[in-house]
C-alpha cells in the first residue's frame, strides 16, 4: 500500500471512529488530525515529547482519546490546562473553529511545538501560555476547563478550578471512577457527572469526570 492510500485509509478510520463517538468529522479534519501526528512524529526525534511512538497508538490515545469528550466542550473560551503536546486542545480547537482555546503547560519545550503545529494547522483560534495553572490570569474566564492525565481531583479545582467562569465546568479526563478523589473533593465543588467514555481502539477504562461550583 503506497504512502497516499495508508492515509487516506488511516483518515477513513478516523472519520468512522470519531462517528461511533457521536463526533462529527469531515474528511479535511481528519487530514488535519493525520498531519498533527506527523508533526509530532518529527519533533520527538528531537524533543521527547510523548512516550507514545506507535502510528495506530497514537491514534487512539491522542486523537481519539482527545475527541471522545467533544459532546461536553462548551464555548466561548476553552482552557485545556496542562496540554503537553496539545492533547486533548489541538484536536478539539480544530473541530470547534468558533470557540477560543488556551492550550496552557509549564514547559516550554512542548508549546514551542503546540505553537507550531497550531501555525501549520492554520488554527487561528488557539492561544498558548505559558504558565503555572495556579498563576495564570485568563483575559477571560472559562465555560469549559479541560485536564488530562493532571492529578488528583482535589489538586484540579485548587488549581485550575479559579480559571472556570462561575457558570463554568471542568471537565477531567480519567481512566478508572476516581472514587477517592471524589471524595476528597472540597466543598465549594462538586461532581455534576460521571461519565464512561468508549474510545475506538482503546481497551483501557476512560471516564469523564464534569465538576462545577455548587451555588
Request: proline share 5%.
Amino acid at each position: 500500500m503506497s504512502q497516499s492510500q495508508t492515509h487516506n485509509a488511516e483518515a477513513e478510520g478516523l472519520v468512522s471512529a470519531a462517528h461511533a463517538m457521536a463526533v462529527g468529522l469531515t474528511a479535511e479534519q481528519a487530514g488535519k488530525l493525520l498531519k498533527l501526528l506527523d508533526l509530532l512524529s518529527q519533533w520527538n526525534e528531537n524533543v521527547n515529547l510523548t512516550a507514545i511512538r506507535d502510528r495506530t497508538e497514537m491514534i487512539h490515545k491522542h486523537l481519539l482519546d482527545s475527541l471522545s469528550v467533544q459532546p461536553y466542550i462548551r464555548g466561548p473560551v476553552v482552557i485545556d490546562v496542562g496540554t503537553g503536546a496539545g492533547f486533548p486542545g489541538l484536536p478539539l480547537a480544530l473541530i470547534n473553529p468558533e470557540i477560543r482555546f488556551v492550550l496552557l503547560d509549564s514547559t516550554a519545550k512542548k508549546l514551542a511545538f503546540v505553537t507550531n503545529a497550531a501555525q501549520e494547522l492554520g488554527l487561528g483560534n488557539v492561544e498558548v501560555a505559558h504558565a503555572r495553572a495556579e498563576k495564570y490570569e485568563p483575559a477571560m474566564r472559562a465555560a469549559t476547563v479541560v485536564t488530562r492525565a493532571f492529578g488528583a481531583l482535589p489538586l484540579i479545582v485548587a488549581q485550575a478550578g479559579g480559571l472556570c467562569a462561575r457558570s463554568g465546568r471542568v471537565l477531567a479526563m480519567k481512566g478508572r471512577v476516581p472514587t477517592e478523589e471524589l471524595d476528597r473533593l472540597p466543598h465549594a465543588w462538586m461532581a455534576t457527572a460521571v461519565e464512561r467514555l468508549v474510545v475506538p481502539g482503546l481497551d483501557q477504562e476512560r471516564h469523564l469526570i464534569v465538576l462545577e461550583r455548587r451555588h
